[in-house]
């Protein structure tokens, strides 16, 4: 079901991403599908070998394809040097929804001394402290907690049941899903030989401008200062970053991973699912952390890691394949006598 039915010309559509049109540019879009799922009227991507040598079965009438592909016979092409992205940015396109202010409902509770401006919508039941800021074009849905003196930036939308702790900071356009908490006490104790004494998090959580955070993620306040979740980062669905991280630019975080405290992040680095920082850790720019990685040492900027403990990707995959060989190592050494047989699998 289309969600938002609008239409373009491809010529339009080009434009919008500054891609150029081989083919038609007159020709009418109504909406972007999948490669199999596309029919008359759609536009498609095919940015890899197997659909690129597929250009003439598709149904849609539009294809984004790499710069340097030949023409279609019988389809019109957009053709950019990042199909990905233009494709990304062409379904946003069609599936934007404006904004519309509806209000403070009466069924929310608006706390002494808040900002609310008028075009906002805050729904029922939703929560707003004393001594808020919000700013424009807000959107804060039901059952959202928003606690006292924090700061939500224009643009911003907290789905259902996100909790914000008193004191925390957010930039424009940031997006919180639903079940996401934001500035809980960091995980701090100290032992006294009797029993754990916890140590007050006095600081805040600070999240950048177009952030966004998955459901039933958590972001913890810092024992002292702040928190920095940066420009442009995005993370997933039950993600933690613990107290004091700082994690830079449009870095992107996969699905359960888990972030200690103190740990510094540069831009634009990538978490593979179920990976893993143990505290005070520095990882440097553009850094890939592959799935179920154990980063346990600063990572220099550029690196891809793998393993558990973390190390060279290359050198792991390496070490994998030798593990694997290990049982036919052996045979061959218990065959030329180099080592004793196997007793239980004599038995």
């Not at 002494?112 to 906002?120: A, E, N, Q, T």
């Not at 700013?135 to 224009?154: E, K, L, N, P, Q």
């Not at 039950?238 to 449009?250: L, S």
């Amino acid at each position: 079901m289309l969600l938002n039915a609008r239409m373009f010309t491809l010529g339009e559509l080009a434009s919008r991403v500054n891609a150029t049109v081989a083919g038609d540019a007159a020709l009418e879009i109504n909406w972007v599908r999948p490669f199999d799922a596309a029919g008359p009227g759609d536009l498609t991507l095919a940015a890899d070998r197997k659909h690129l040598a597929q250009l003439e079965g598709t149904g849609a009438s539009a294809i984004i394809v790499p710069l340097g592909t030949p023409p279609s016979v019988t389809k019109s092409l957009l053709l950019t040097d990042q199909p990905k992205v233009v494709f990304a940015r062409l379904l946003a396109v069609f599936t934007e929804k404006p904004f519309i202010a509806r209000g403070v409902s009466s069924l929310a509770h608006i706390g002494k001394r808040s900002s609310i401006p008028p075009d906002v919508t805050i729904a029922s039941f939703a929560y707003i402290g004393d001594d808020v800021v919000v700013g424009d074009r807000v959107t804060i849905m039901s059952g959202t907690h928003v606690g006292d003196g924090c700061s939500i930036g224009a643009g911003c939308t907290l789905h259902p049941n996100v909790v914000l702790y008193p004191g925390i900071t957010l930039g424009q356009r940031v997006i919180l899903h639903s079940g996401c908490v934001i500035g809980a006490d960091g995980f701090g104790y100290v032992f006294d030989g009797h029993e754990q004494v916890p140590i007050p998090q006095t600081g805040t959580v600070v999240i950048g401008d177009d952030v966004e955070i998955g459901a039933n993620s958590c972001v913890d306040r810092a024992t002292f200062g702040e928190t920095v979740i940066e420009r442009g980062v995005k993370i997933d669905n039950q993600v933690h970053i613990a107290h004091n991280c700082r994690v830079g630019e449009n870095t992107v975080i996969v699905a359960q991973v888990g972030i200690s405290g103190s740990v510094e992040i540069g831009r634009n680095c990538v978490f593979a699912g179920h990976s893993g920082v143990v505290d005070h850790v520095k990882i440097g720019d553009g850094v890939r952390v592959m799935m179920k990685t154990a980063v346990s040492k600063d990572v220099p900027s550029g690196s891809s890691v793998s393993g558990q403990p973390a190390m060279d990707h290359r050198r792991s995959l390496k070490i994998q394949a030798a593990v694997r060989r290990l049982p036919e190592v052996l045979d061959k050494l218990r065959a030329a006598g180099d080592l004793p047989g196997d007793e239980s699998s004599q038995e």
